[in-house]
Every structure is written in structure tokens, then in C-alpha cells.
């Protein structure tokens, strides 16, 4: 296992006495649950650090680049580095059928966005830490294309 993140995973599990579970029990939609809080955990830190100012702003910089047509675009320029295994775990989020959907998204991104979450779930939960971060930093720039409004200034200062 990776240090990082992992090692916060670990500690969580020893701290509760949690058991490691074989991944394929989970359903796509609990591995893009727990995917979903870790991207979102990870680009609040890189926005964050970014510099210091009101949550409010930093509330609209990450939900710009969290979104579902965000992450839809951010996968799309992930599918052709994915090995054969992350594709088909990303598949399978994508497919599978939710109940509820995103309020500003179409159906094509939002189930593309719970592929990719579902894809970031199962690499934390396998403890991948370094390839959830590498596949951020490629994902991550055609992310915030679709987050960069000029119109909204606030969105410019996560640069």
C-alpha cells in the first residue's frame, strides 16, 4: 500500500476495526459514493491551497470542476489511459442504474461522471492512492476547460 491517503484509509480501518473486503462485493454505485467524496476531497485540497478565501468562493471553484459535465469531460480524455481493468470498473458505474440524477446534467454525463467516480472509489478502497492522483492530473485540466467561465471571475483565481 501507497503512503497518503492510503495510510489515512488504513488508520480508518484500524481505528474502527473495519475488515479488508474483496472489492467485487461493492456495487458501482457504492464505490462511486465513497469515488465521489475522494475526488471531491482532492480537488477542495488543490483549490484550497491555492490560496486562501471565503468559502463561499471556494465552495463555487470546486463545484465547478466536481460537477457531472465536468467529470464526464475529464473521463473522456481519460478512457485512452485507462488499463483494461480500471475501463471496466469504469463501465460498470457507468451502466449501472441510479435512481437519482445530477439537477443541472444530462443523462450521458451524469452516467459518465458516476463511471468515473465509481473508477476513483475502487482505486482508494484497492489502495491506489498514486493512480487516483496521476489520473487527476490528467483528468483534471479538461475538468476545469468546462469549469473556466470568463463571465465568473471568481472561477479564475483557482489558476
Given at each position: 500500500?501507497?503512503?497518503?491517503?492510503?495510510?489515512?484509509?488504513?488508520?480508518?480501518?484500524?481505528?474502527f476495526g473495519?475488515?479488508?473486503?474483496?472489492?467485487?462485493?461493492?456495487?458501482?454505485?457504492?464505490?462511486?459514493?465513497?469515488?465521489?467524496?475522494?475526488?471531491?476531497?482532492?480537488?477542495r485540497?488543490?483549490?484550497v491551497e491555492?490560496?486562501?478565501?471565503?468559502?463561499?468562493?471556494?465552495?463555487?471553484?470546486?463545484?465547478?470542476?466536481?460537477?457531472?459535465?465536468?467529470?464526464?469531460?475529464?473521463?473522456?480524455?481519460?478512457?485512452?489511459?485507462?488499463t483494461?481493468?480500471?475501463?471496466?470498473?469504469?463501465?460498470?458505474?457507468?451502466?449501472?442504474?441510479?435512481?437519482?440524477?445530477?439537477?443541472?446534467?444530462?443523462?450521458?454525463?451524469?452516467?459518465?461522471?458516476t463511471?468515473?467516480?465509481?473508477?476513483?472509489?475502487?482505486?482508494?478502497?484497492?489502495?491506489?492512492?498514486?493512480?487516483?492522483?496521476?489520473?487527476?492530473?490528467?483528468?483534471?485540466?479538461?475538468?476545469?476547460?468546462?469549469?473556466?467561465?470568463?463571465?465568473?471571475?471568481?472561477?479564475?483565481?483557482?489558476?
Open positions: 500500500m501507497e503512503k497518503g491517503v492510503t495510510s489515512m484509509l488504513e488508520e480508518i480501518k484500524e481505528a473495519l475488515e479488508e473486503k474483496d472489492l467485487k462485493i461493492y456495487s458501482p454505485l457504492t464505490l462511486a459514493y465513497i469515488g465521489d467524496g475522494v475526488y471531491d476531497l482532492i480537488i485540497t488543490i483549490v491555492k490560496g486562501n478565501c471565503p468559502p463561499a468562493r471556494l465552495h463555487k471553484q470546486v463545484s465547478a470542476v466536481v460537477k457531472a459535465q465536468a467529470q464526464a469531460q475529464a473521463i473522456q480524455t481519460l478512457l485512452p489511459v485507462l483494461e481493468e480500471e475501463l471496466q470498473i469504469y463501465k460498470r458505474g457507468r451502466n449501472a442504474k441510479s435512481y437519482t440524477m445530477a439537477k443541472n446534467a444530462t443523462v450521458h454525463d451524469y452516467r459518465m461522471a463511471g468515473f467516480e465509481a473508477l476513483m472509489g475502487y482505486l482508494y478502497l484497492s489502495g491506489r492512492t498514486e493512480r487516483i492522483l496521476e489520473l487527476v492530473k490528467l483528468g483534471f485540466p479538461a475538468a476545469y476547460r468546462i469549469a473556466d467561465n470568463p463571465a465568473d471571475k471568481a472561477q479564475q483565481t483557482v489558476r
